[in-house]
């Protein structure tokens, strides 16, 4: 089965994440949940990051996703929007977490749209 632009940079995303073996989830609504979450949530050592998966830099997330990531990072999520240019921000996230650096999240998220990080 071939993959999407978009799935190629999913999988290359949890292939960096199983290496530092986190809680790691994939919500899937299947019309029973709520639309617009992250593609993935990572709780890691204390710190919730919320990952939103696109192809390239140049596809922009939904008004819903946009609204739920806001929401998320006022409540001191890391929120990253990763796309295949950018993929190496989770490796440098989570070494530095794994390394001890002090994380803030203004400074760490990663949300080119309607948030000021």
Known sequence: MAQTPEGKVKLAGRKIIKEYDPHY??????????????DGTILYMRHFIGIEYKATSKDKPTELQIKNAKKAYSEGAIILLIHKDNIETIKNLLEDIKQGVQIDHRKRSVWPYGIDV
């Open 25 to 38: 989830s994939t919500p899937f609504s299947g019309g029973f949940g709520s639309s617009g979450g992250f």
